[in-house]
Nanobody, 118 residues
Framework: VQLVESGGGLVQAGGSLRLSCAAS????????MGWYRQAPGKQRELVAR???????NHADSVKGRFTISRDNANDRVYLQMNSLKPEDTAVYYC?????????????WGQGTQVTVSS
């Protein structure tokens, strides 16, 4: 399984970016997919997740500003990020998860850098 992120970059505070994650196989093969981020010196944290049925959840820190979505026809997951803040600066990683019996298997992309200037 390969996950390839794109769409990161440098943006001013208040700006927008859209991250894209392209999967090498049908995203229906995953129970859910998500975006995580890791800032320097901090642990990786959940940003948003979306299930195969389209249910979503977003971290409190991004609710109302970020939206996760999926394009089943093209095997992509997106993260629309609006009203960006300097504290959103991090490497953003795409994640895909499969559950097999009682075990979960996680797949990760290489990450894409998002930098928000004040």
């Amino acid at each position: 399984v390969q996950l390839v992120e794109s769409g990161g970059g440098l943006v001013q505070a208040g700006g927008s970016l859209r991250l894209s994650c392209a999967a090498s196989e049908s995203i229906f093969s995953f129970n859910d997919m998500g975006w995580y981020r890791q800032a320097p010196g901090k642990q990786r944290e959940l940003v948003a997740r979306i299930t195969s049925s389209g249910s979503t959840n977003h971290a409190d820190s991004v609710k109302g500003r970020f939206t996760i979505s999926r394009d089943n026809a093209n095997d992509r997951v997106y993260l629309q990020m609006n009203s960006l803040k300097p504290e959103d600066t991090a490497v953003y990683y795409c994640n895909a998860r499969k559950w097999v019996v009682a075990s979960s298997f996680d797949y990760w992309g290489q990450g894409t850098q998002v930098t928000v200037s004040s």
